[in-house]
């Protein structure tokens, strides 16, 4: 077993239940006016996010890389304990990354992709600088793009808690807006899906490259 490398995936929020409800919060879905989604005109968040996830973990399968998936299958993990079991894991291996997906809401029509880390010059911009790259080689003028302007590199920063409090380099992506009707579609494919989810497996590929693994 590769003991030098392990990807942390942790796939945003709740999903549905066996009981068909929803597990996380109101404002991690939106209901659309028309189309289909998750549930008639209803986008989850957190549905969409274990889709990407779940195609992720089966790519880094197929390629014998490590990773462990940090979020129950449908219940609302808490940060707290999604960070904690990523910690575990980073005191296991020589080297760790941890990738956490999202789709993103504004109630002001906004879209596009974006990817945050921690402020300040880190690893993880190196890492978020990768995915950038790989996703806009992967679906280039499919989607739009929401690029920090502020400095040299692409990334957003935020202090959001599980890449602040987690020790190993870290991104948060936020794939386009679900309560903008557009990106909601787009977000339904199964090719857009798959180019979100090679993004991110290539961008662990080159990372490893990156650390010598």
Known sequence: MMTDFCVLLDPGHGAVDPSGKYTTAPSKQFQHT???????????????????????????RNLGIPHVVVAHEYLDTPLADRVETANWYF????????????????????????VYTTPGKTKSDDVATLLWDNVKALLGSKITYRPDQSDSDPDREANFYVIKNTKMPA??????????????TLLMSDE?????????????????KVLGV
Do not use: P
């Open 192 to 208: 857009i899906q798959d180019l979100f989810a090679e993004a991110q497996v290539r961008t662990c590929v080159e990372w490893m």
């Open 34 to 60: 028309r189309g289909t989604f998750h549930k008639g005109g209803w986008f989850f968040e957190g549905v969409f996010n274990r889709a990407i996830t779940t195609r992720v973990s089966a790519k880094l």
């Open 91 to 114: 005191k296991q291996y020589k080297n760790t990354l941890y990738i956490s997906t999202h789709s993103n809401a504004s109630g002001v029509n906004a879209r596009g992709f974006e």
């Open 171 to 184: 991104i948060l992506i936020e794939h386009l807006f679900f309560d903008n009707f557009d990106d909601a």
